[in-house]
């Protein structure tokens, strides 16, 4: 899978441009604020239609202007697609796939992925379980149809006993109903906890290696998947996660009704990162998060490469800072399949690179 082509209309600071890409490494240049982000989002949003930094469309047109167009030759699949997307001030976007309109953002996923990575993903480490489980759930939602309803059916049903839960006190015949929803929960939670488990599972073992070489070998990263106390074997039979967690929901019936809250599943999991067997959320350096964070999408990447026979587009943002240099020769020369795009700073060791194309980017020009 890759992106030959890329027309910016109007997109942020670029007026008009367009650029015709390496089949493999691309490396975008230029001094700050000067367009090296907005490339890449540009290309992200074409596989997702959504920017991987801004809060709404708006932001991405620019500023005086009306509307803005990202325009894109793409080959995926042995074939060659044109996709395109246009954003309006006050009205709705419209996506196109071979001149075909596309009605979802999954109709563009459908044809052409990206993985990207910026520096702000130093929160895959250092944040909450909140951002682990996103990712885990953005990687299986994409690749896994089946996981994807799981995990809605599984939040809806969460509402409702939550809802229940809270207002009980008040009306008490709204409790005949929490069986049936502890029921739900456990069936569809074992879906999601069996798929998640196997995700990490692959997760980990590509992750450590991609880590391990990063690092020069010095350095052992290791993820552990943390769900439910009773859960023996997250592997195990989707029946027996299910039995497992029902025994749960049990043991902690009273503490949920006196906390008026739903404390019993995997809206709580986690996957714990570890890097020479100490946690890596407390005690990893800044570069040691960065490598880690970075080994989680590297991963990412290579089971979606395993399920779909293609590997996305590598996204890297400003991905060398804070690495040192045998870090930034891995993520220069050693990162390999699939095309690649790297943005860095005029002073970062261009010199160093093998192959591919180097763009220069001033005030949204591309040279
Ligand atoms: N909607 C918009 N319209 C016009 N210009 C915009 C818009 N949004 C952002 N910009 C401009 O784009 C520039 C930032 O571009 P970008 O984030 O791509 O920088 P960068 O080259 O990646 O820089 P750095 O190295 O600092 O990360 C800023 O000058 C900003 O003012």
């Known amino acids: 899978m890759r992106i030959d082509e890329l027309t910016l209309e109007r997109f942020r600071n670029y007026a008009c441009e367009r650029a015709e890409f390496d089949p493999r490494c691309n490396v975008i240049y230029g001094e700050n604020a000067q367009g090296k982000t907005n490339l890449l989002e540009a290309i992200a949003y074409l596989s997702s239609g959504r920017s991987p930094r801004a809060r709404s469309d708006r932001e991405m047109i620019g500023f005086e202007e009306q509307d803005a167009r990202i325009g894109a030759r793409v080959f995926a699949r042995d074939r060659e697609f044109a996709m395109e997307v246009e954003l309006y001030r006050g009205r709705r976007r419209r996506m196109r796939v071979n001149q075909v309109a596309a009605k979802t953002a999954a109709e563009l996923s459908a044809v052409f992925n990206t993985v ?16 682990r489980r996103k990712f885990l759930d953005g990687c299986l939602c994409q690749l896994r149809p089946r996981y994807a309803a799981a995990l809605t059916s599984y939040h809806k049903v969460y509402e409702h006993k939550t809802r229940i839960l809270r207002d009980c006190g008040e009306k008490p ?21 069996h798929y998640r488990a196997q995700l990490c599972q692959r997760l980990g073992e590509y992750a450590a290696a991609a ?157």
């Open 116 to 131: 990207f990575f910026c520096p702000e993903d130093l929160y895959l480490i250092r944040d909450g379980a909140a951002a």
């Open 211 to 367: 880590h391990g070489e990063c690092s020069g070998g010095r350095e052992e990263l290791r993820l552990t998947y943390q769900t439910v106390s009773t859960v023996e074997d997250p592997l195990g039979s989707v029946g027996d996660i299910a039995e497992q967690l029902r025994s749960h929901q049990r043991s902690h019936e009273s503490a949920e009704r006196a906390a008026g809250l739903c404390l019993s599943g995997p809206h709580k999991d986690d996957i714990e990162v570890f890097i020479g067997g100490r946690s890596a959320r407390t005690y990893s350096s800044q570069g040691q998060t960065r490598t880690a964070a970075l080994a989680l999408k590297l991963a990412e990447r290579e089971i979606y490469q395993n399920v779909t026979g293609e590997y996305p587009v590598l996204l890297l943002d400003d991905v060398l800072s804070e690495l040192d240099e045998r870090r930034q020769e891995y993520v220069l020369n050693r990162i390999s399949g699939g095309q690649v795009f790297i943005t860095c700073c005029e002073d970062d060791r261009l010199e160093e690179l093998l192959g591919g194309r180097v763009f220069h980017v001033e005030r949204g020009i591309i040279r």
């Open 173 to 193: 015949s709204l409790l005949e109903a929490l069986p049936e929803f502890n029921e739900q929960m456990a069936v569809t939670g074992a879906v999601v906890i």
